[in-house]
């Protein structure tokens, strides 16, 4: 799909500033849809949280390569 590479654009643009270490997105464990997308643009899971609106959560990172 266009998800990941969307997000890579957008995650590329904002690396490309030195000011901008890393990128952080958060997802509800249970959409996979979401952290597929996540995956395939290069983020890696951190950690995962409970979330008092949305329940259980996934914190991913992407880094400066």
Do not use: Q, W
């Amino acid at each position: 799909g266009v998800g990941p590479a969307a997000l890579s654009l957008v995650v590329d643009e904002a690396l490309a500033d030195p000011a901008v270490p890393y990128i952080i997105a958060a997802t509800m464990i249970e959409n996979r849809a979401s952290l597929r997308a996540l995956s395939k643009a290069d983020f890696v899971v951190d950690r995962e949280f409970d979330d008092p609106m949305c329940g259980r959560c996934v914190l991913l990172a992407r880094h400066r390569s």
